[in-house]
């Protein structure tokens, strides 16, 4: 007898994408290892193939780090185009299997499903639709992903990043607990380093720690925030997938592996950060109004400050341009830095003639 699933939500994550992709179209770059980065030296690792990554370069590394450790690196430079013509056909592929409001997409790389319908009404089971979704986009986009499928969005988050590259690992309901479990607690949304601090203090390493402590105990220590992060401990998670509206805000961020004081450095990953945030902009078609950032120093305090204008936009530049703003008025100076990131909100469908004006 079949499984019943009360609902079957895909998580969809192109496997190292952007060097992917230039590995795809660029022939004598296949099977090296490869990074994209911008073209000066302070440039950060855009993205990088699982052939550099054995080296250990990853992405929002320094690019003299990652020439470091891999002498061989082939850089590559950003192509967004390229990137957005890439994400389309994959999003065309997605549609013949989800209608537009039930495909969530979090980035050019990665994107939410939710096939209910489609299980509910035809032959197919929730892994049949994920494995002919794998083969569609590596025989018609020549490039692979890794899928999870689950009854949510979290769970499903979780699985497809638990056996990259290229694969598929399906969450049977009723399972989410159980699988969950072993992982660290950092895979929690709302467990950011400063809450993974805390609860590591209180003896909980494991996601499957988290859900069977004290709930009392949890909410005395952390707020009423403690019994939510249970609950997605628990796999209960049942936001939905809603590709109807735009988000009301998107972002972005990069922890360095070292406290990072060099100002040129910490532009260079607002500038990576500003870029990719453009690219997912695009992709949904809207444009932002608001652009901010926050900054993380090494005692975990953080700092934010924004920038508004009176029409919005998707231009990178110009989003980058703002994000420094924002990030002057933080007045930093030499302070070190542990975690930097770029966020748009006031994000908006365009108007046809639609006019653009300066920052304010």
């Known amino acids: 007898m079949p499984i019943a699933w009360p609902r079957a939500i895909l998580h969809v994550d192109l496997d190292a994408f952007y060097t992917s992709v230039h590995q795809r179209d660029d022939t004598s770059l296949r099977g090296k290892p490869v990074a994209v980065a911008g073209a000066s030296r302070r440039a950060v690792v ?17 690019i003299h780090e990652a020439q470091q450790l891999c002498p061989e690196l082939v850089v590559v430079r950003p192509e967004g185009a390229r990137y957005r013509e890439a994400s389309r056909q994959v999003h065309g592929v997605f549609r013949r299997f989800a209608s537009p409001e039930k495909i969530e997409g979090v980035a050019l790389d990665e994107a939410y499903l939710d096939i209910t319908a489609r299980v509910r009404h035809g032959t197919s089971t929730p892994e049949d639709v994920a494995r002919r979704i794998k083969f569609m986009v590596h025989t018609e986009v020549q490039l692979t992903a890794s899928v999870g499928v689950a009854v949510s969005k979290l769970v499903a988050k979780v699985a497809s990043g638990s056996r990259k590259p290229d694969g598929l690992v399906v969450v049977q309901p009723d399972t989410e607990a159980d699988f969950l479990a072993p992982f660290p607690i950092a895979v929690i949304p709302g467990i950011g380093p400063k809450t993974e601090e805390r609860l590591r203090l209180m003896g909980i390493r494991r996601v499957g720690d988290l859900a069977t402590y004290d ?21 209960r998670d049942r936001n939905p997938v809603d590709g ?36 997912r902009l695009q992709q949904a078609g809207v444009k932002a109004r608001t652009v901010y950032v926050k900054v993380k120093l090494p005692d975990f305090r953080l700092v934010s400050r924004q920038v508004s204008r009176t029409s919005p936009t998707d231009d990178a530049d110009v989003i980058f341009r703002a994000a420094r703003s924002a990030l002057e008025k933080s007045h930093l100076e030499s302070r070190p830095v542990r975690l930097v990131g770029v966020g748009l909100s006031g994000l908006v469908h365009p108007e046809p003639d639609l006019q653009m004006s300066l920052f304010d």
């Open 244 to 279: 109807s509206r735009p988000p009301r805000t998107i972002s972005a961020e990069t922890t360095f592996e070292h406290d990072v004081a060099d100002r040129e450095r910490i532009e260079e990953a607002v500038r990576d950060l500003s870029n990719r945030l453009t690219e």
């Open 215 to 235: 709930t009392q105990r949890l909410v005395q220590a952390l707020g009423t925030g403690g019994a939510v992060l249970q609950r997605y401990a628990q796999g």
């Open 46 to 62: 855009m993205g990088a193939s699982y052939e550099a990554r054995a080296f250990g370069v990853h992405s929002a590394q320094p």
